[in-house]
């Protein structure tokens, strides 16, 4: 298990993050559908990941209302991992309660949020808080003020965002600078070898910036599992059975599971192996997050680490995944052909 710099910080995680979201739900809901593992069974999958030299877990207040932060803190002390050997991530932003502060990016609800997060987690910090969605109603300023607040209070080392536009990211981005505030140091956004939307403008943005990368649903909600294909349809059991999400185009999918299927076959390894396999080849990602409900899915999501792809490999699947041209992209393309080729060759 490869260990990254977290973005321009001194922090090291583990290439692959231990995801919580199947810790805590219980039968009905979205949470229930994605996962409803309990303290025994959450403590096993931990250990398991600690033992894989994963140092990385990631949640959040608002999986299965906050019981998955509760679990995740609780595990912690029934294993006995000291506090130094495990990076933890938290989210804020969703509906943790029925009033109308009681969500957004507010600094009332930063405050709070991370108050009570760190109460579940039994922690005195979080290593990362991030900010979990966009709030259309709270100016960024005051949500980096807030969060520069819980960094100063020592209640969070770093903070990040998720699911943020890049324009949004970097006036964030421009004020922390300005203000001299803490800094948002990653992003964790969605990203599989069927869905590289964020290849378009986030990519560059991120590594213009030094910002790290944490990709969530890796195996897009299970359809790049291997289990899904043309001819077949999910199974009950299966979460694109009853949760049909991240949205994803179907028949570029179908194509790259093909594309994976021969890989694995001739490896004789999973295709959800080369989904996360082709994931941890790109320079831009930092840590990938897998959330498993049996020991053994994470024990096959662990094993991609050891694949080494191929350069003909990746062309392969490149070539059925990678995204059509559109402006101004192409035309950054055809514009700067000659400074790229003076830049590498000096001439």
Not at 197 to 220: F, H, K, N
Request: hydrophobic fraction near 40%.
């Amino acid at each position: 298990m490869r260990l990254k710099p977290l973005g321009r910080t001194g922090l090291f995680v583990s290439e692959l993050c231990l995801g919580t979201m199947t810790f805590g739900g219980g039968d009905e809901g979205i949470w229930g559908r994605i996962g409803q593992l309990q303290q025994a069974e959450a403590d096993a999958l931990v250990g398991a990941a600690i033992d894989a030299g994963i140092n990385f877990i990631d949640t959040a207040d608002v999986y299965a209302a906050g019981r998955s932060e509760q679990i995740t803190g609780q595990a912690l002390r029934n294993l006995k991992i000291a506090r130094d050997d495990v990076v933890i991530a938290t989210k804020v932003f969703g509906e943790t309660g029925p009033g109308p502060n009681a969500r957004g990016n507010s600094r009332s609800h930063i405050v709070a949020g991370l108050k009570a997060s760190l109460q579940r987690l039994q922690l005195d910090h979080v290593d990362l808080y991030q900010i979990h969605g966009f709030d259309p109603a709270t100016p960024i300023e005051e949500t980096v003020r807030a969060l520069d607040t819980m960094v100063q209070h020592g209640h969070a080392r770093y903070v990040g965002v998720s699911n943020w536009a890049a324009w949004q990211i970097m006036k964030a981005l421009g004020i922390a600078e300005r203000l001299g505030l803490a800094r948002f140091e990653s992003l964790q956004a969605y990203y599989t070898v069927a869905g590289r939307d964020l290849e378009r403008e986030i990519v560059p943005m991120l590594q213009s910036e030094g910002l790290g990368l944490m990709v969530w649903s890796p195996l897009a909600g299970g359809l790049l599992s291997g289990k899904i294909s043309r001819d077949t349809q999910a199974a009950a059991g299966d979460r694109r059975a009853s949760f049909d999400f991240p949205p994803v185009d179907k028949e570029r999918a179908y194509d790259c599971i093909d594309a994976m299927r021969a890989i694995a076959d001739t490896r004789g390894v999973s295709v959800a192996q080369i989904a996360l396999a082709w994931l941890l080849h790109q320079p831009q990602v930092t840590s990938v997050i897998v959330g498993a409900k049996r020991p053994e899915q994470l024990a096959d999501n662990v094993a991609s680490v050891q694949v080494r792809l191929t350069r003909d490999e990746l062309a392969a699947l490149d070539a059925v995944s990678k995204l059509p041209a559109e402006y101004p992209g192409w035309m950054f393309e055809r514009q700067g052909e000659g400074r790229r080729k003076q830049l590498v060759e000096g001439s």
